[in-house]
């Protein structure tokens, strides 16, 4: 029966069987995002497993797929999906979520297009450690690794183990 196993959107691409869009999987396997994480510009003096830049030049962070926050992303359909686009690593990159958004099923978008789509928040390096901090519990990056301290050493119950040092954050020498 046609149309009972799961819903498909019907983008009017003409000639193209009910067998034909089956075999063609919409999303990207999980191989298939690791390495188009992989293939995203590295964010100098970042850990490249946990920072990116998309293709417009913005900021992502790994753990942020699939929301709608300024460091967020999807993985992207370079040639789009409705418009023959496979979900192929050679058709993936990540894109800002609202700059992915705006491209919506658009084969080419110029660079600077894409940046006028990209939020207009710009993070500082000691911001993006703490957000590092908060998202990974730890702060990765040449010159500068540190962790969270626990409740417990901030009340000076408990010297930590840890041999990395705590990280000190902006606004603790205010008095």
């Known amino acids: 029966m046609e149309g009972t196993s799961s819903p498909r959107r019907d983008h009017g691409g003409g000639g193209s069987s009910g067998a034909r869009e089956k075999d063609r999987p919409r999303s990207f396997d999980e191989k298939t995002r690791a390495a188009c994480w992989r293939k995203a510009a590295v964010l100098a003096g970042r850990h490249p497993e946990r920072w990116r830049q998309d293709a417009a030049g913005n900021v992502v962070c790994r753990r942020f797929w699939s929301c709608h926050g300024c460091l967020?992303?999807?993985?992207?359909?370079?040639?789009?999906?409705?418009?023959?686009?496979?979900?192929?690593?050679?058709?993936?990159?990540?894109?800002?979520?609202?700059?992915?958004?705006?491209?919506s099923d658009k084969a080419w978008v110029a660079e600077a297009e894409m940046r006028g789509f990209s939020c207009d928040i710009k993070f500082a390096d000691k911001e993006l450690d703490i957000i590092e901090m908060a998202v990974y519990g730890d702060v990765i990056r040449r010159g500068k690794q540190c962790r969270c301290r626990t409740v417990a050493e901030l009340l000076g119950q408990v010297k930590s183990k840890n041999n990395m040092a705590a990280c000190e954050l902006p606004g603790n020498n205010a008095s």
Do not use: A, W
């Open 72 to 103: 967020c992303y999807e993985y992207d359909h370079i040639v789009p999906f409705s418009k023959g686009g496979e979900s192929t690593v050679d058709n993936c990159q990540i894109l800002q979520t609202r700059v992915n958004r705006s491209k």
